[in-house]
């Protein structure tokens, strides 16, 4: 199991930026694709970005393509989303999620998560 600890949220204008890390410790993180999910008040939980184990590849929710991006550094164990031109409904709780292999494709899936972020966007 990889243990999943999220930073970097906080109150931001409109057309603010944000960077959230994720630092994770346990099982290999450099096995694993990595990705953030998010969670609006009384919304369901919604993907926004994904990683493979090497950072090559890469996939963004339509919602924050062109204006969020994920990356990783496996050296430091640690993924990071970067997001540009916030909205006010980015608002939400940000989760960092471990896959269940080094993809986020072809039956992979989240399995291990954080305990959330708060990012709020004002308008």
């Known amino acids: 199991q990889v243990q999943l600890v999220e930073s970097g949220g906080g109150l931001v204008q409109a057309g603010g930026s944000l960077r959230l890390s994720c630092a994770a410790s346990?099982?290999?993180?450099?096995?694993?694709?990595m990705g953030w999910f998010r969670q609006a008040p009384g919304k369901e939980r919604e993907f926004v970005a994904a990683i493979s184990w090497s950072g090559s590849s890469t996939t963004y929710a339509n919602s924050v393509k062109g204006r969020f991006t994920i990356s990783r550094v496996n050296a430091k164990n640690t993924v990071y989303l970067q997001m540009n031109s916030l909205k006010p409904e980015d608002t939400a709780v940000y989760y960092c999620n471990a896959y269940t292999s080094p993809t986020y494709y072809s039956g992979s899936y989240p399995r291990d998560w954080g305990q959330g972020t708060q990012v709020t966007v004002s308008s």
């Open positions: 346990g099982r290999t993180f450099s096995s694993n694709a």
